[in-house]
């Protein structure tokens, strides 16, 4: 099988430029590669512990996606990318996938061996599966502690989790479960700022979530997590979460140290123009900054990977990405702790309360449904 564009990965990257290089290149054969069947939108994993949306609502078939845009969806995992044969083989099959165009897009999972002992001792529930193991011994849970360690490249859904299962615990009257949130170094500092960072903190205290600032966290143990000072003890412990590329079998030489493919202001890998990255597996170099690995970041990235990798069919030029409105996005963050935010610019708290959410739901609702095919939450129910 050949197309002229493939993407591999199913989630807000790999779907939007699937749409992007079938909207750039209406004539172009796109196939999408996902071994996941739908379209599961992550940052809604943090409502299901208060039954705030129903599950089924996070997810999005692909192939009614697939169907509505134009190309091709292959239910398979991509065991190896071949970037010098242009090939991709598929994971299940073995089957070999011939691209003119490629676009890399499998998400980050959890880095479980960052942290001494979490892969053993932790859970990870920016991971699917793992999220779903959290909410079933959460449900178990009539008391002792629930740990959250925020750590690495993407600490906000820690944060998040806490408040909404503090605000659950505390409305099903289980207020013998307590609920810590352990900072690794300056995380908060570092990501919101040192006045933003002590405000959350402060609107999660008022949903009863205790917090351990700057730790230094050693290991995780069976039911503690030992920091350079102390102990924590916590009969369920939970990382949100160091990043790591998965396996594709490509040369490491195109990877980072975090095996996140390198790409330039095009998406495209300076040694195979005809590769791109998009959302939480590209580390883009050269434009002065991190984007952070988020949604928002993934979709713009996508419309760059998407438009380029149909361009390169017709000989256009690449375009590099939008700086400008990534800084922008960068800039901006606006954590949904159990139904009360923050909204924070360039690393200072600007207003507060639950008003700014709105604003965010209303991007939630509009951007699932421009993909769903039935009715669905577009909001939480708060
Ligand atoms: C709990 C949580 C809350 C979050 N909250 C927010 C938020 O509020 N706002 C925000 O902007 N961002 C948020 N994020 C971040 C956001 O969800 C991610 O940045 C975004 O999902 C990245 O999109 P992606 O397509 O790169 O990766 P993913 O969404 O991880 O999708 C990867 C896709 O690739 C597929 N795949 C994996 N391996 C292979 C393979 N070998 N072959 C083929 N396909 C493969 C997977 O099945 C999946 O379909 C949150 C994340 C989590 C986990």
Redesign the pocket.
């Known amino acids: 099988m050949k197309f002229d564009v493939v993407v ?7 779907v939007d430029s699937a749409v992007a290089a079938r909207r750039h290149a209406p004539d172009a054969s796109v196939a999408l ?4 069947p739908d379209l ?1 939108y ?2 809604w ?2 409502y299901l512990p208060a039954a705030a949306v129903p599950s089924q609502d996070l997810s999005i078939p692909l192939p009614g996606i697939a169907t509505q845009h134009g190309f091709v969806y292959v239910k398979d ?2 065991g190896v990318v071949d970037p010098v044969r242009r090939e991709v083989v598929l ?1 299940s099959t073995g089957e070999r996938i011939e691209y003119s165009q490629l676009v890399l ?3 980050a999972p959890a880095d479980r061996r960052r942290i001494p002992g979490a892969d053993k001792h932790a859970l990870f ?2 991971d699917r599966t793992e ?1 779903a193991l959290l909410f079933s011994r959460l449900d178990e849970m009539t008391e002792g502690t629930v740990a959250f360690l925020l750590t690495g490249e ?1 600490i ?2 820690g944060l ?1 989790y806490a408040g909404w299962i503090a605000r659950t615990l505390r409305a099903t009257g289980r207020d013998a479960v307590r609920v810590i949130l352990v900072e690794h170094g300056d995380a908060l500092d570092l990501q919101f700022g040192a006045r933003a960072a002590d405000k959350l903190v402060s609107v999660a205290g008022a949903l009863g979530v205790e917090t351990v600032r700057h730790a230094r966290p050693a290991r995780i143990d069976s039911d503690e997590l030992v920091l350079s000072d102390r102990a924590v003890g916590a009969e369920l412990i939970a990382v949100t979460s160091p990043l790591r590329g ?1 396996d ?1 079998g490509l040369p490491s030489e195109l990877l980072d140290v975090r095996g996140l493919l390198k790409v330039d202001d095009t998406l495209a890998t300076p040694s195979f123009r005809d590769v791109f990255a ?4 590209c580390d883009v170099q050269g434009i002065g900054m991190e984007p952070p ?6 979709r713009l990235q996508a419309e760059t990977a998407g438009r380029n990798a149909a361009a390169a069919l017709t000989g256009d030029r690449a375009v590099g990405i939008n700086r400008a409105k990534v800084a922008r996005m960068a800039a901006i963050s606006m954590p949904d702790v159990g139904g009360r935010t923050l909204f924070v610019r360039n690393r200072k708290p600007v207003v507060g309360g639950s008003w700014p959410l709105r604003l965010r739901y209303r991007m939630d609702g509009k951007y699932l449904s421009q993909y769903r095919d039935r009715p669905g939450a577009v909001r939480p129910v708060r």
């Open positions: 591999v990965g199913g989630g807000a990257a790999g590669i996902s071994p996941a599961f992550r940052p994993l943090v995992g991509v994971a897009a499998p998400g529930p920016c999220a993407r906000g859904p998040e998965p594709l998009a959302g939480d597996f690995k988020t949604w928002i970041m993934a």
